[in-house]
């Protein structure tokens, strides 16, 4: 039943605009530009001068997620379609979003683990992206024709494509973000937050005014995609806090690195899929050969919005709980009132 309905939904076409894909990739180059006007030097230096919390969180990001991923796609192969399990994989082939910096300062995270995963995983997207997306999406399409659950023709992953676009919407603004940070610091500092809320804000109103023409149809498929977007979300927020937690590092380290590894760049994800120079329609959305990409975009799409819901639901639960660093801050200052007295 839920794989009939997945299978279902990988043959919807949404309804977009001419030039969509092509909008989408400004306004995301726009953003990573905001976000690389904050990426200072010293912000890429912390990976040397701290190096355990930050290189932890970053293989959580590249390595812990994907895999984990992987594992709960091939447990649940039975229920899913090919389209769904590769969005999936995409969406944790993503960098972490720069969202997270400000619910990982909320949560009385450590700030600037949090820039420097952000600024390292961003940096990094043009060619850890792709190879992860390419390295998960071959293993699981194998596993997929071995098990005989892959009914579709064999699905070439375009890494080289992949790498090519990624690399002009995310490593140029960044290039020219990070050179007018060194350039002009007055300047960029003063135009950063309001230029990254500003592109933010467009980006997501983009996304939503992509759905509101499809409303119907997201209505009539958001109960099967949320409860696995929800399952997925919570299991990188469980790989972020059970890493960090057997590396024995700092609650606020910990609660940084959950939330970097929880918080996907899901946009790039949805930027490459509506790009055709990636996802060429003669082969992902060919009804012909049964290739039809409706559950990726579904899934990546609704991703990008859950996790900003779930992320500040996190950060709100952490802020709640005092750190010990705090408890003993409280300790010592009662403790000098009643000696006082």
Known sequence: ?????????????????????????????LVMFGIALGIKSETLKNVF?????????????????????????????????????????????????????????????NTELSVSMTAVTTVASPL???????????????????SGTLTIPQLVIPFADIFVTVFIILAIPIAIGMFCAHRFPKFSEKIRRPFSVFSIIVFIAMVLGMFIPNWQLFIQ??????????????????????????MRLPRRDRRSITIEVGIQNSGLGLTMLLNPAIFKPELWCNPETGVMYGGMLFVTAWWGIWHIISGLALATIFRSHPLPEERNLHLTKEQQTISTI
Request: hydrophobic share 55%; with cysteine.
């Open 221 to 246: 498929y958001i109960g099967i995609i949320f409860v696995l977007v929800l399952i997925h979300n919570a299991l990188a927020f469980t790989t972020g806090w059970t890493g960090a937690s057997a």
């Open 1 to 29: 039943m839920i794989k009939e309905q997945l299978a279902s939904l990988d043959g919807v076409s949404l309804n977009l605009g001419s030039g969509t894909g092509l909008i989408l990739s400004i306004i995301l180059a």
């Open 128 to 146: 850890v992206t792709p190879f992860n997306f390419w390295l998960w999406g071959n293993l699981y399409l194998r596993y997929a024709s071995l």
């Open 49 to 109: 001068t701290h190096p355990k919390s930050i290189i932890t969180g970053i293989l959580l990001q590249w390595i812990g997620l994907p895999l984990v991923t992987f594992i709960l796609i091939v447990c649940l192969n039975r229920y899913l379609t090919p389209m769904v399990a590769l969005g999936m994989l995409l969406v944790a082939s993503c960098p972490g979003g720069n969202i997270s910096n400000f619910m990982s300062s909320f949560a009385k995270g």
